[in-house]
């Protein structure tokens, strides 16, 4: 395959070169500039020596609903752990937790802001089956509570009628037994 590239115009073209930024050199010389900053990827771009250096990504979560069960040191200890057990060392990963804003703010290579949004995926979860589970709690005890006062209103009303057919009783003995009441 003839790429028309002669090994002057390669030797012109080898470089070392960061991808962070810069361009093309435009000029007279035919090759590419150096490319400045961190990150990307360096070496002889000929060579098969490039190494890739991530870029950190920075994501923000918001934890309210999750920590309004599960206290914010059970949520870092389980991300902590779920790092760990994905093979993520702790020092490729920043993580803060900040209890007054309910924030949860991650530092890290692409795969470890995934993984943080599936914990949260599944604390969640669990804090929604948790709220469910709390409600149909208060929904048994309510209909309890509504039955426990039913039954007293019931015994109320039947309590006052037999008072009501007590003196009813005892008035209609003393109508038949010829007592007279005071006027």
């Known amino acids: 395959m003839d790429d028309g590239l002669d090994g002057g115009t390669i030797g012109k073209l080898r470089k070392k070169a960061t991808l962070a930024g810069g361009g093309y050199e435009a000029g007279g010389g035919a090759g590419l500039s150096d490319f400045g900053g961190e990150g990307g990827m360096e070496g002889d771009m000929f060579d098969s020596g490039y190494s890739v250096k991530p870029t950190p990504i920075t994501r923000i979560y918001a934890v309210g609903r999750v920590t309004s069960n599960v206290k914010f ?7 902590i752990a779920v790092l760990a057990a994905a093979g993520q060392k702790p020092e490729q990963a920043k993580i803060s937790l900040h209890e007054s804003t309910n924030v949860l703010v991650v530092r890290g290579n692409s795969e470890i802001p995934d993984m943080v949004a599936q914990l949260l995926e599944s604390l969640e979860k669990n804090q929604k089956n948790h709220d469910e589970s709390q409600e149909t709690k208060m929904k048994l005890q309510q209909h309890r509570f509504e039955r426990e006062i039913e039954e007293l209103q019931r015994a109320r009303a039947e309590a006052e009628a037999e008072a009501e057919a ?10 038949q037994f010829g007592v007279k009441s005071k006027k």
């Open 166 to 175: 007590r003196d009813l009783q005892k008035r209609l003995r003393d109508i």
């Open 73 to 79: 040191e059970e949520v870092e200890k389980t991300l």
